[in-house]
């Protein structure tokens, strides 16, 4: 077999080196600008765990709701469908959990186009720049989360269906926003989290002043 080898024109050859780097320059450039934090195995392990404490709890309650009579629960009908519930929400947890510690894929990513989550059930992916209006903390007891404000929160609810839209129309219904991101699934701080989102979001509004 004969092999013909074909050479390009020395001006072509420049052009394309320096086309192939632009190229390289402006892929340098996205990945410079994109953050990816991962998911913590161990925080998600030992959520895991905490639910199946709660689960086994809950199966003891449900089978001997009397044993479980207090000065504040005193029906035991009422106190076995307690327990029914912290199965059916824990057990929920517990799969959720298994699914995360399998989940290889980014927990948060933070880059040109926008936040893509990955955080918790609720997690719509994509939230683009152009469409978020703000970024607030909420706090419930102890716990903090991000909550993320767009201009269209219905373009986000139509994205998803089932079990996972019902969780974002909740949100919607108790904060004005069906996103939210959380750090307790990631290695990463509250803290850190919400000076990440906020600075470039800051960052991306100065890009585009007239949005």
């Not at 990945?31 to 765990?49: A, G, H, Q």
């Not at 609810?157 to 969780?167: D, Q, S």
């Not at 699934?185 to 850190?192: A, P, R």
Request: hydrophobic share 40%.
């Amino acid at each position: 077999m004969v092999k013909i080898a074909t050479f390009a024109k020395p001006e072509n050859v420049s052009g394309q080196h320096k086309n192939a780097k632009t190229n390289e320059l402006l892929m340098n450039k996205k990945i410079m600008n994109r953050i990816e934090i991962p998911l913590s195995k161990s925080k998600i392990f030992l959520m895991v765990v905490g639910s199946i404490v709660f689960v086994v709890l809950g199966i003891l309650i449900t089978i001997s709701p009397d044993t479980f009579i207090s000065a504040h629960f005193r029906n035991p009908n009422e106190i076995r469908l307690g327990g029914i519930a912290g199965i059916i929400f824990f057990g929920a947890a517990v799969f959720y959990g298994i699914g995360k510690l399998l989940d290889k894929t980014p927990g948060l990513i933070v880059d040109d186009n926008g936040i893509t989550d990955n955080t918790n059930a609720s997690s719509v992916g994509l939230i683009n720049w152009v469409d978020i209006t703000e970024i607030k903390t909420q706090q419930i007891k102890s716990t903090k989360f991000i909550l993320i404000f767009t201009s269209n929160p219905e373009k986000y609810l139509e994205k998803v269906h089932g079990f996972k839209r019902k969780l974002m129309q909740a949100n919607m219904k108790m904060y004005g926003t069906p996103l939210s991101i959380i750090s307790n699934t990631l290695k990463l701080s509250y803290t850190d989290m919400e000076q990440l989102l906020n600075n470039k979001l800051n960052g991306q509004r100065e890009t585009m002043p007239n949005r």
